[in-house]
C-alpha cells in the first residue's frame, strides 16, 4: 500500500510539472466501479493538445474478502485519448496498455465468455502478471465548472502468465502457465475533478 501511495504521488508531481495549472488542463479521477469493490483507485489525466489528453490510472486492491475469497491486484492502464468537441467533454476514443499483477481465488462462479473459464476460479488461486493492450469509447458528462461523471467501455487483448494452486491444499498445480485473454480491458463510472 506504502508503494501505490508513492507511486500516486510521484505522478501526480510529474503531471504537476508538466503541465500549467490552467482551468481544463489536469483531472484528478476516480473509477465508482472500483470504490463499489474496495479497490483503492487513483488517475491523471493531463491535456497534450486542444483534443489529446493522457489518461494515467491505477488502481490497488490487497484485501482479504469474506469467506476465505482472494482477490489481490496491482493494476495501471495508461490511455492516450482524443476528444470528438474539446478535451474533457463529450466524446472521445483512446487507446491504453495495461500491466498489472494478480492473486487471485476461491471466487465460485460458472463463467465462460471468449475461450476464458473464469469458473477456475472457483477452487483455484492463479498468481501471476499481465500486460496487453486494447480500445475504448468513452463520453465525460459536464456537471460543472470543475466536476464531470465519465463513462467508458474498453476491448482488448491481455497476455496473462500465472502459477496455478489449488486453493484447499495450496498445492501448484502449474508453474509459468500463461492464457490469452480477449475481451473486456476497461470499464469506467468515475468522477473527475478538473484544474
Excluded at 475469497?69 to 491504453?96: D, M, N
Excluded at 486494447?134 to 502468465?161: P, Q, R, S, T
Amino acid at each position: 500500500m506504502k508503494r501505490f501511495l508513492q507511486l500516486c504521488a510521484v505522478v501526480m508531481l510529474l503531471a504537476g510539472g508538466a503541465q500549467r495549472a490552467n482551468a481544463q488542463n489536469i483531472a484528478l479521477k476516480t473509477n465508482l466501479l472500483y470504490d463499489a469493490t474496495g479497490t483503492v483507485n487513483f488517475g491523471v489525466e493531463m491535456a497534450l493538445a486542444p483534443r489529446w489528453t493522457l489518461d494515467m490510472p491505477s488502481n490497488f486492491c490487497d484485501w482479504k474478502m469474506y469467506n476465505g475469497r482472494q482477490w489481490k491486484h496491482f493494476l495501471t492502464q495508461p490511455e492516450a485519448r482524443y476528444w470528438l468537441c474539446s478535451r474533457f467533454a463529450g466524446h472521445f476514443v483512446g487507446i491504453h496498455a495495461h500491466y498489472g499483477r494478480y492473486n487471485i481465488g476461491n471466487i465460485s462462479n460458472d463463467i465462460k465468455f471468449l475461450g476464458t473459464n473464469f469458473a477456475a476460479l472457483s477452487d483455484n488461486r492463479f498468481d501471476g502478471w499481465l500486460l496487453g493492450a486494447g480500445v475504448g469509447y468513452g463520453y465525460a458528462f459536464v456537471l460543472g465548472h470543475h466536476w464531470n461523471l465519465e463513462l467508458e467501455l474498453g476491448v482488448g487483448y491481455a497476455y496473462m502468465e500465472y502459477d496455478k494452486y489449488a486453493w484447499a491444499t495450496n498445492e501448484k498445480l502449474e508453474s509459468h502457465a500463461n492464457h490469452h485473454y480477449f475481451g473486456v480491458t476497461k470499464l469506467n463510472v468515475g468522477f473527475s475533478y478538473l484544474f
